[in-house]
């Protein structure tokens, strides 16, 4: 038994000790703008063995990580990205299996987040049933109208969102910090298709961006976001009428760029970005507020 334990932790630390540029003085460890420009395999093998005192010495102290003791993260750049530091155990050479604390904890893989996370919907029936309870009586319209979580393999559970979409009204509504909040709906068509997410104020606050199509025989495109410091649900102005109706959006240097789209689609609560067409817009934070410019206002 204690071969196979053995095992284990050797397989969790994996080239701990194997760095290009590890290195006892902490001054050593690239800054944070150095490692987002690294690959995530780059990053971990740069920083492998390092503990997380170390990075909190270089870094600062990490931003609270949701999911326990085994891992950080760090926030960078203006719209939300971060470096996600996962821990492993580092024996140290010759060790007791149960001396467990004699074990130290040190970087055992990194992942680069970008600032600017953009997905898709997948339909699964994640929290479908306790979010159903919750909305209580709901009459979509539709008979035999069935209700997917949209959201459970995206990164938006990073961050606590759980969107919940029917499959043929395409009413839409977000479940977040133990509320429910109604998003745009398609009124007829797609509804939401496509999500990113960032914090283009810098408030500290990740804001849930959405793009929707609606319209019934005239389908046409709108943008939208849940401003999660203020808990409000905002649809800008701006329509996008058909044949441009489908809307992709891209991270960039300077907010979200909203381009014509092409989806892969399986059905209303199930379809993914393949392609993007022409710019048509850019969402960013001017003027103390998130705003839509329409590509002949963009100045690039």
């Not at 140290?92 to 904890?105: A, L, M, R, T």
Request: proline fraction near 2%; glycine fraction near 10%; aromatic fraction near 12%.
């Amino acid at each position: 038994m204690k071969k196979v334990l053995l095992s284990i932790v050797l397989l969790l630390i994996g080239c701990a000790n194997i760095c290009g540029c590890r290195n006892e003085d902490v001054n050593t460890i690239p800054a944070l703008e150095e490692v987002i420009r690294m690959s995530d395999e780059e990053a971990t093998d740069c920083l492998a063995g390092y503990s997380r005192e170390e990075l909190a010495a270089a870094w600062g102290e990490p931003d609270p990580w949701p999911f326990g003791v085994v891992g950080d993260w760090w926030h960078y750049g203006n719209n939300g990205g971060y470096v996600e530091i996962l821990y492993g155990l580092d024996t140290g050479g010759d060790f007791d299996i149960n001396e467990i604390g004699d074990y130290q904890s040190v970087v055992h893989s990194v992942s680069i987040r970008p600032d600017v996370y953009t997905t898709g919907l997948t339909a699964s029936d994640r929290m479908v049933d306790e979010f159903l309870e919750q909305l209580g009586e709901y009459d979509t319209g539709y008979a035999d109208d069935v209700c997917y979580n949209v959201s459970s393999q995206t990164e938006l559970l990073w961050y606590g969102f759980e969107v919940f979409k029917f499959e043929k009204s395409a009413d839409a509504f977000l479940l977040y910090d133990g509320e429910i909040y109604e998003l745009k709906s398609g009124i007829g068509f797609e509804g939401i298709t496509s999500f990113a997410l960032a914090d283009l104020n810098q408030d500290g606050s990740i804001e849930l961006y959405y793009t929707v199509v609606a319209g019934s025989g005239n389908p046409y495109g709108e943008v939208g976001y849940f401003d999660t410091a203020v808990k409000e649900n905002i649809i800008f102005d701006t329509v996008f009428h058909f044949p441009v109706c489908m809307l992709a959006m891209q991270g960039e240097q300077d907010g979200i760029g909203i381009y014509e789209g092409s989806f892969d689609r399986i059905s209303s609560v199930e379809m993914s970005l393949t392609d993007y067409g022409a710019k048509l817009a850019r969402i960013r934070y001017s003027g103390d507020e998130i705003v839509l410019e329409e590509e002949t206002e963009v100045q690039e």
